[in-house]
């Protein structure tokens, strides 16, 4: 089996286990109200403040494992790396479930960030196995399992908490975890060859030690500046959705579940159907560009929305956006030389993390701040406005990056592979 032929099961694998991941963090949110309440007799109100503690501890531990799971993953293979993490995931769903005080919740917290930080794996493995001008669609592929997770992920965790408790949706995240890694034992190759590894050097496998080494492709480092501008404004989802949703429109758990199904579907539809057409199509840089320009348009929507229909017309047309992220995958994966993947990937979900810590401890006191006596209804759009602002600086750095690369490649047959040493996309 090569590695560019791993079988169709590796590729079922890698999306389940991608999904998986995605379902285990969306069966928390509508549950973890109640089972701080269970753990500490807070109010909501009240917990949502421990609750951000866990999001920020897991997004800091993601951004500190990221390049050292990556790296591994250059050295011993993906395959070994891939199921550990399930493994981990098994038992870190299993403590979660059975935590009776909050301290072994964050803990489990602290475990989800470690073995969250493999998603670098399982898209370094796509880089290993598919040709650089199919890449941007099979990473939408991957973005589909997380779409499709954020779907199944709040509807499965709302019923069993609702019906068996708060701590239901764990135990059925930790069974799925131990049955994909029996899956994956079974049927999941190793696409690293040998003479393709790297030695293991924990002074790369740092949080920003792989973005320098990403120093040798500056057109590659650029792009994570604008990846990590691009991940700071879409953190204003998980940090505020519900609390805005509630105040604007007096929305019910249920309508937030709902909206939040929607938005499941539409990322689904269009980056697991939608890019591997769109992008070849547009060009990568192209698809990159109106992508921004949507999320920006977006993120405006929402802080003037005063309806919740508006906010489904808003998620419908901008979900187009959901391009962006593979085609900017697709784009600096082919920039690098196939023992860095790994690497590369481990940089990139290193500064997502990143992202997604700074955000929630910056955006939900905005928000606070806006929504005070006093002050204006609109306002409580006021952190939407503010991610729309930062996402405009990740455009303008996209168009920096597009100028340093002439400004002149070919957008709609990306037909050569260039040379690892040669930081030029060629599309």
Same mark, same amino acid.
């Given at each position: 089996?090569?590695?560019?032929?791993?079988?169709?099961?590796?590729?079922?694998?890698?999306?389940?286990?991608?999904?998986?991941?995605?379902? =285990? *963090?969306?069966?928390?949110?509508? %549950?973890?109200?109640? !089972?701080? #309440?269970?753990?500490?007799?807070? /109010? $909501?109100?009240? &917990?949502?403040?421990?609750?951000?503690?866990?999001?920020?501890?897991?997004?800091?531990?993601?951004?500190?494992?990221?390049?050292?799971?990556?790296?591994?993953?250059?050295?011993?293979?993906?395959?070994?790396?891939?199921?550990?993490?399930?493994?981990?995931?098994?038992?870190?769903?299993?403590?979660?479930?059975?935590?009776?005080?909050?301290?072994?919740?964050?803990?489990?917290?602290?475990?989800?960030?470690?073995?969250?930080?493999?998603?670098?794996?399982?898209?370094?493995?796509?880089?290993?196995?598919?040709?650089?001008?199919?890449?941007?669609?099979?990473?939408?592929?991957?973005?589909?399992?997380?779409?499709? =997770? *954020?779907?199944?992920?709040?509807? %499965?965790?709302?019923? !069993?908490? #609702?019906?068996?408790?708060?701590? /239901? $949706?764990?135990? &059925?995240?930790?069974?799925?975890?131990?049955?994909?890694?029996?899956?994956?034992?079974?049927?999941?190759?190793?696409?690293?060859?040998?003479?393709?590894?790297?030695?293991?050097?924990?002074?790369?496998?740092?949080?920003?030690?792989?973005?320098?080494?990403?120093?040798?492709?500056?057109?590659?480092?650029?792009?994570?500046?604008?990846?990590?501008?691009?991940?700071?404004?879409?953190?204003?989802?998980?940090?505020?959705?519900?609390?805005?949703?509630?105040?604007?429109?007096?929305?019910?758990?249920?309508?937030?579940?709902?909206?939040?199904?929607?938005?499941?579907?539409?990322?689904?539809?269009?980056?697991?159907?939608?890019?591997?057409?769109?992008?070849?199509?547009?060009?990568?840089?192209?698809?990159?560009?109106?992508?921004?320009?949507?999320?920006?348009?977006?993120?405006?929507?929402?802080?003037?929305?005063?309806?919740?229909?508006?906010?489904?017309?808003?998620?419908?047309?901008?979900?187009?956006?959901?391009?962006?992220?593979?085609?900017?995958?697709?784009?600096?994966?082919?920039?690098?030389?196939?023992?860095?993947?790994?690497?590369?990937?481990?940089?990139?979900?290193?500064?997502?993390?990143?992202?997604?810590?700074?955000?929630?401890?910056?955006?939900?006191?905005?928000?606070?701040?806006?929504?005070?006596?006093?002050?204006?209804?609109?306002?409580?759009?006021?952190?939407?406005?503010?991610?729309?602002?930062?996402?405009?600086?990740?455009?303008?750095?996209?168009?920096?990056?597009?100028?340093?690369?002439?400004?002149?490649?070919?957008?709609?047959?990306?037909?050569?592979?260039?040379?690892?040493?040669?930081?030029?996309?060629?599309?």
């Amino acid at each position: 089996m090569s590695a560019r032929q791993p079988g169709k099961h590796a590729i079922t694998f890698i999306f389940i286990t991608v999904l998986i991941d995605m379902i =285990g *963090f969306g069966l928390i949110i509508p %549950v973890m109200p109640s !089972l701080l #309440e269970d753990l500490t007799g807070l /109010a $909501p109100n009240e &917990a949502v403040v421990l609750g951000g503690l866990l999001t920020a501890v897991y997004a800091l531990t993601q951004f500190i494992f990221a390049p050292i799971i990556g790296g591994l993953s250059d050295r011993f293979g993906r395959k070994p790396v891939l199921l550990c993490a399930l493994a981990g995931f098994t038992i870190d769903y299993a403590i979660m479930g059975f935590a009776p005080v909050f301290w072994l919740l964050l803990l489990g917290r602290l475990m989800a960030g470690v073995f969250g930080a493999s998603y670098a794996t399982a898209n370094a493995f796509i880089a290993d196995i598919t040709p650089p001008e199919k890449r941007a669609g099979r990473f939408g592929m991957i973005g589909a399992a997380f779409g499709l =997770g *954020f779907i199944i992920g709040p509807a %499965v965790g709302g019923f !069993l908490g #609702e019906f068996y408790g708060p701590r /239901a $949706p764990f135990f &059925a995240a930790a069974i799925l975890a131990g049955a994909n890694l029996i899956y994956g034992l079974i049927v999941l190759p190793e696409t690293l060859q040998p003479e393709n590894r790297r030695k293991f050097d924990i002074m790369r496998a740092n949080p920003f030690g792989a973005l320098w080494q990403m120093r040798q492709y500056p057109a590659v480092l650029i792009m994570l500046g604008a990846v990590f501008l691009m991940m700071l404004g879409h953190s204003v989802y998980p940090a505020i959705w519900s609390y805005f949703a509630a105040y604007r429109f007096e929305w019910s758990d249920g309508d937030i579940g709902l909206s939040l199904m929607f938005v499941g579907v539409t990322t689904a539809i269009v980056q697991g159907g939608l890019t591997g057409r769109l992008v070849p199509a547009m060009g990568e840089w192209r698809a990159i560009i109106i992508s921004l320009t949507l999320a920006t348009l977006g993120y405006i929507g929402y802080g003037l929305a005063t309806a919740g229909w508006m906010v489904y017309v808003i998620v419908l047309i901008g979900s187009i956006g959901n391009i962006g992220g593979p085609a900017i995958n697709g784009v600096m994966s082919r920039i690098v030389p196939p023992n860095a993947q790994g690497e590369l990937q481990g940089a990139m979900t290193g500064l997502t993390s990143l992202a997604n810590f700074i955000g929630p401890l910056i955006l939900p006191s905005v928000f606070r701040y806006a929504t005070q006596d006093g002050v204006a209804p609109v306002w409580s759009g006021a952190p939407f406005f503010l991610a729309a602002g930062i996402t405009v600086g990740s455009l303008s750095i996209i168009f920096w990056a597009r100028r340093k690369d002439d400004g002149r490649a070919n957008e709609t047959t990306p037909e050569s592979e260039p040379s690892p040493v040669t930081p030029r996309e060629a599309e």
